[in-house]
């Protein structure tokens, strides 16, 4: 009972009591209550995407994410509220209420998964099911003091989950810790043949994805932080070298500047190509920032797409020697937390600015998760993310669960390597 | 010396020499002779691609592919002809000049590589670099009896090489044995820094790739060939059935919709972005097709590109299911063979018919090889390719060499299977 609008739908007490009735106590997510983004669908129940004219057309199944945490045992509780249609990282951006983060009134949750993150925060359940394309997964994390698991692009399933950039959408999880998570990821690992662009882990991990991580890079140079980020940071960073065995300094140029493709290039083409049949006409349902964000994209010209893309491939093939000599990467998960006021303000500019380091992980084909990293002095909660090449996802988590003081549980992928613990 | 146009330049007999004499005579290509298509850069040579506004500009430096081919001891004599900027299949689109098939003189040569493939069918060299968007690298070698590899998207760097489509073009080679590719393959596939999309061959192949190809697959129905096509097709059918140990029908409807997306829908922008700012102003040294074709891509929308893609992800996860079962596919690599003729009074719908079959292949990452599949009742060249998964070039090569009764000489990829010959 936050009283704050994370719902926009709350199932019946006893669709709930029946569905909980219906789980496997024997599975490894018996009973464990979650909720679920609005944009992913669930059986007899609309998916609004944040758009109430979507609230009339229940779906007519679920998603297989959802599919899979149900057959896990898990026991759905309702749609949480969002950016709408997944555009955004503020969680301002919905004809159903601006969300908050939990330590402040005053704060942003994050977007576009604020509900579920809130939802997570707040106690109302200890799992949700979130997006992230821009950073949807880890930011509302980091902004409510939460773990927000990122898998590698098409690990987990999107059939069923309404598209905003269809080739970088990703489902994930919301928990308070990464032991919380674990099940939930694995149970969402599966491949779909529902899903076009799901892909299998591989059976050995790629070159680039280190069986442990012991070299954690941090970003070289100026950050442009706001001042009590950067104090926390400060403090990550003094933290780290008590986690990680080598930490290195990288350039993070050419990351952020192909995360700044997304918003800013070929890339909402795409947007529009996904929502833009939504956005005619115009109405009270629509949130004026989305549309006027996503119109932007129908005048995208296709040969400037290809010449995006050439720029990305550019871009990925020179981040891509950082993985030769480092295993994860460590960056705040945002550059500072703004107000509902400054939003309010600068609607594009400020939620621009909260993806500087969210943006690239999908179109350089990272994972990622985002975990809490203590408090800043005025007390809003300060949160890191971890980024690794795809399929980094096992050694990834064990590097998360060091971070949060958690058990190291993942045997090495590469049966011929010894386990070595990495907690501090 | 064959009349043909199939020269944009010839190399010096002394600066030939002089290259010979520099080749380490122990190189597995040592005084190998070969041409380059004149889309790949020769260091002090201009490129070309056709165009002869372009042959004031030396090329600084030599493309990744001629310079490996250098190191492994080969001696290039010139640059060839091709349909202008590489879009085309008919090798008439040329200010140089129409090139023929080397077997008749009112019949196209297939192209857009029509000058290497020419070179090398007609014997002025043994082995000569091509590329293949459309089918560039297949259809001159079935219209003049001659082999042509395209290895996996990426495994050969493409740095170097004017791009037509940038993610979808390979290098690839023409030779007259499976044989006589097998070294130069060899020595092309590095993975290379300087080509964003390079992608190295896995350690492992990945599980769609069979070892052996025991199961080949052939079109099921109708395939609309010219009569004399049709009779070498069902004469090609029965000497399959001598060859692989199973060949089972498949429905090649959803290959054949996702080929025809490169000419008709989004990859046409990728051209214009890539080619575009060389068709202004028109002038006589612009192919009228080629500038006609490529112009169009230059309305297409960005959100139409991306529905492009959707719709290919749907067919590549659609057509993927057909790898579980089968180890490669055979197909006629065109339905017919035009007269120049034909070429002249349709040029566009001509040239689309001839690419029916090879299309496809880099959309949905597979790699070919083109084979000479004997003769029509009428003399010409009938030509067949067998095309299989990503990263299975190693056992398709045995499956071409094994159909051109040549030796099977790759170890298969997996240490743990035996090797069983597959020769007929």
Same mark, same amino acid.
């Given at each position: 009972?936050?009283?704050?609008?994370?719902?926009?739908?709350?199932?019946?007490?006893?669709?709930?009591?029946?569905?909980?009735?219906?789980?496997?106590?024997?599975?490894?997510?018996?009973?464990?209550?979650?909720?679920?983004?609005?944009?992913?669908?669930?059986?007899?129940?609309?998916?609004?995407?944040?758009?109430?004219?979507?609230?009339?057309?229940?779906?007519?199944?679920?998603?297989?994410?959802?599919?899979?945490?149900?057959?896990?045992?898990?026991?759905?509780?309702?749609?949480?509220?969002?950016?709408?249609?997944?555009?955004?990282?503020?969680?301002?951006?919905?004809?159903?209420?601006?969300?908050?983060?939990?330590?402040?009134?005053?704060?942003?949750?994050?977007?576009?998964?604020?509900?579920?993150?809130?939802?997570?925060?707040?106690?109302?359940?200890?799992?949700?099911?979130?997006?992230?394309?821009?950073?949807?997964?880890?930011?509302?994390?980091?902004?409510?003091?939460?773990?927000?698991?990122?898998?590698?692009?098409?690990?987990?399933?999107?059939?069923?989950?309404?598209?905003?950039?269809?080739? @970088?959408?990703?489902?994930?999880?919301? !928990?308070? #810790? =990464?032991? &919380?998570?674990?099940? %939930?990821?694995?149970?969402? /690992?599966? *491949?779909?043949?529902?899903?076009?662009?799901?892909?299998?882990?591989?059976?050995?991990?790629?070159?680039?994805?280190?069986?442990?991580?012991?070299?954690?890079?941090?970003?070289?140079?100026?950050?442009?932080?706001?001042?009590?980020?950067?104090?926390?940071?400060?403090?990550?960073?003094?933290?780290?070298?008590?986690?990680?065995?080598?930490?290195?300094?990288?350039?993070?140029?050419?990351?952020?500047?192909?995360?700044?493709?997304?918003?800013?290039?070929?890339?909402?083409?795409?947007?529009?190509?996904?929502?833009?049949?939504?956005?005619?006409?115009?109405?009270?349902?629509?949130?004026?920032?989305?549309?006027?964000?996503?119109?932007?994209?129908?005048?995208?010209?296709?040969?400037?797409?290809?010449?995006?893309?050439?720029? @990305?491939?550019?871009?990925?093939?020179? !981040?891509? #020697? =950082?993985? &030769?000599?480092?295993? %994860?990467?460590?960056?705040? /998960?945002? *550059?500072?937390?703004?107000?509902?006021?400054?939003?309010?303000?600068?609607?594009?500019?400020?939620?621009?600015?909260?993806?500087?380091?969210?943006?690239?992980?999908?179109?350089?084909?990272?994972?990622?998760?985002?975990?809490?990293?203590?408090?800043?002095?005025?007390?809003?909660?300060?949160?890191?993310?971890?980024?690794?090449?795809?399929?980094?996802?096992?050694?990834?988590?064990?590097?998360?669960?060091?971070?949060?003081?958690?058990?190291?549980?993942?045997?090495?992928?590469?049966?011929?390597?010894?386990?070595?613990?990495?907690?501090?």
């Amino acid at each position: 009972m936050t009283g704050q609008p994370l719902w926009t739908l709350q199932l019946d007490r006893s669709e709930v009591d029946e569905l909980a009735a219906r789980a496997d106590p024997e599975a490894p997510l018996a009973g464990v209550r979650f909720a679920i983004k609005d944009n992913i669908d669930l059986a007899g129940h609309p998916t609004t995407a944040a758009c109430p004219a979507l609230a009339a057309k229940p779906a007519g199944s679920s998603a297989t994410a959802v599919r899979l945490l149900l057959e896990a045992g898990a026991v759905p509780v309702g749609k949480t509220n969002l950016d709408q249609f997944a555009t955004g990282l503020v969680g301002t951006r919905s004809p159903y209420g601006a969300c908050h983060s939990v330590a402040s009134p005053a704060h942003v949750s994050g977007g576009s998964s604020s509900g579920s993150a809130v939802a997570v925060a707040s106690g109302a359940v200890p799992l949700a099911l979130a997006t992230d394309t821009a950073g949807s997964g880890r930011v509302p994390a980091a902004f409510n003091g939460i773990v927000g698991v990122k898998p590698t692009r098409g690990l987990v399933s999107t059939a069923g989950v309404m598209p905003a950039v269809a080739d @970088l959408d990703c489902v994930t999880t919301f !928990t308070t #810790t =990464v032991a &919380a998570a674990r099940p %939930a990821i694995a149970a969402l /690992t599966r *491949p779909d043949p529902a899903d076009p662009r799901s892909r299998p882990m591989p059976p050995r991990p790629p070159v680039a994805v280190a069986a442990l991580m012991r070299v954690v890079a941090v970003p070289d140079g100026e950050m442009e932080l706001d001042p009590p980020h950067e104090e926390a940071w400060r403090a990550a960073l003094d933290r780290l070298r008590g986690i990680a065995a080598h930490v290195v300094p990288v350039d993070i140029g050419p990351f952020l500047e192909a995360g700044r493709m997304l918003y800013e290039g070929a890339w909402l083409a795409a947007r529009y190509a996904a929502i833009g049949h939504y956005l005619e006409p115009d109405g009270p349902h629509l949130d004026p920032t989305v549309r006027r964000i996503v119109l932007r994209g129908r005048d995208i010209a296709g040969p400037d797409v290809f010449a995006g893309f050439e720029r @990305l491939a550019a871009l990925r093939a020179q !981040t891509g #020697t =950082v993985w &030769a000599d480092v295993d %994860a990467l460590m960056l705040p /998960t945002t *550059p500072g937390h703004p107000r509902l006021s400054e939003v309010a303000a600068d609607p594009i500019g400020v939620n621009a600015r909260v993806g500087r380091f969210t943006t690239f992980a999908n179109l350089l084909d990272l994972c990622a998760v985002a975990v809490p990293a203590g408090e800043r002095a005025d007390g809003l909660p300060f949160g890191v993310q971890f980024v690794a090449p795809a399929f980094a996802d096992p050694p990834l988590l064990d590097l998360a669960a060091a971070w949060c003081g958690e058990p190291v549980v993942s045997a090495p992928a590469d049966p011929g390597t010894t386990l070595l613990a990495v907690a501090g």
